[in-house]
T-cell receptor, first 119, second 114 residues
Framework: AQKVTQAQTEISVVEKEDVTLDCVYE???????LFWYKQPPSGELVFLIR??????QNEISGRYSWNFQKSTSSFNFTITASQVVDSAVYFC????????????????FGKGTKLSVKP | DAGITQSPRYKITETGRQVTLMCHQT?????MFWYRQDLGHGLRLIYY???????DKGEVPDGYVVSRSKTENFPLTLESATRSQTSVYFC?????????????FGPGTRLTVT
C-alpha cells in the first residue's frame, strides 16, 4: 500500500543553519511521483517540487535542494542557510501513476514536519 | 482573479445541518480534489473529479457529497454535519491531464460544527 512517512514531527533551528527534512515512502508501483508542499502559518499550501521515479538526479533551487534515493525509498529536502520565512509545515506526498481497484488514486500525504526557524 | 478560490473561508454550523463548501478554479484544469486537514492526520482526500460529471471517492468520503456540472466548479456538501467533520477543507486542481501532476490548492475553508 502507498504510504509516506515524515518521522520528524517538529524541528527547530536557528537562522542560517542548514536543515534536512526526511521523507520515506512506500509504493507497489514502478512509476510514481513525489512532491513537496509548504504550508506557512497563513495556511495555504504551496507546491515546491515534483519528481518522477525515473529521475534520481538531485535538484537544487536556490537555498532548497532535494535528494531522491530509490534504494532507500527516500526523498529528503534540505534548506541551506535557513531563514525565518522558511518557518512552515512541510509535507511530502506520493502519487502513483496507475490507479488500482481500491486505490486512493491521488496524492498521499505524509503528516508533515513543522519547521521553526528562530532569529 | 485567476486561480482557485474557496467560499466561505470560515463557517460555523450546527450538528445535523446541511452545508455546502464552494470551490472555483479559473485555469480550466481537468482534475479537482477535496481534502480535509486534521491535526495528527495530515491531509486526506475526500473526493476527486477527473472532469465534469465524473467523480470518485477518496480515503474519507462518508458523510460528503460532491457534484461537478461545470469544469470550473466543484462543490462539497455535508449532508448532515457532525462534530467529527470539524476541520479545514482544501480544494485543489491539477495542471496536467493525468492524475499525478502537481496540484494547486485553494486557501482553505475552516469549518466548525457545534
Amino acid at each position: 500500500a502507498q504510504k509516506v512517512t515524515q518521522a520528524q514531527t517538529e524541528i527547530s533551528v536557528v537562522e542560517k543553519e542548514d536543515v534536512t527534512l526526511d521523507c520515506v515512502y512506500e509504493t507497489r508501483d514502478t512509476t510514481y511521483y513525489l512532491f513537496w508542499y509548504k504550508q506557512p502559518p497563513s495556511g495555504e499550501l504551496v507546491f515546491l517540487i515534483r519528481r518522477n521515479s525515473f529521475d534520481e538526479q538531485n535538484e537544487i533551487s536556490g537555498r532548497y535542494s532535494w535528494n531522491f534515493q530509490k534504494s532507500t525509498s527516500s526523498f529528503n529536502f534540505t534548506i541551506t542557510a535557513s531563514q525565518v520565512v522558511d518557518s512552515a509545515v512541510y509535507f511530502c506526498a506520493l502519487s502513483e501513476a496507475n490507479l488500482y481497484v481500491g486505490s486512493q488514486g491521488n496524492l498521499i500525504f505524509g503528516k508533515g514536519t513543522k519547521l521553526s526557524v528562530k532569529p | 482573479d485567476a486561480g482557485i478560490t474557496q467560499s466561505p473561508r470560515y463557517k460555523i454550523t450546527e450538528t445535523g445541518r446541511q452545508v455546502t463548501l464552494m470551490c472555483h478554479q479559473t485555469w480550466s484544469h481537468s482534475y479537482m480534489f477535496w481534502y480535509r486537514q486534521d491535526l495528527g492526520h495530515g491531509l486526506r482526500l475526500i473526493y476527486y473529479s477527473a472532469a465534469a460529471d465524473i467523480t470518485d471517492k477518496g480515503e474519507v468520503p462518508d458523510g460528503y457529497v460532491v457534484s461537478r456540472s461545470k469544469t470550473e466548479n466543484f462543490p462539497l456538501t455535508l449532508e448532515s454535519a457532525t462534530r467529527s467533520q470539524t476541520s479545514v477543507y482544501f480544494c485543489a486542481s491539477s495542471a496536467g491531464v493525468e492524475i499525478f501532476y502537481e496540484q494547486y490548492f485553494g486557501p482553505g475553508t475552516r469549518l466548525t460544527v457545534t
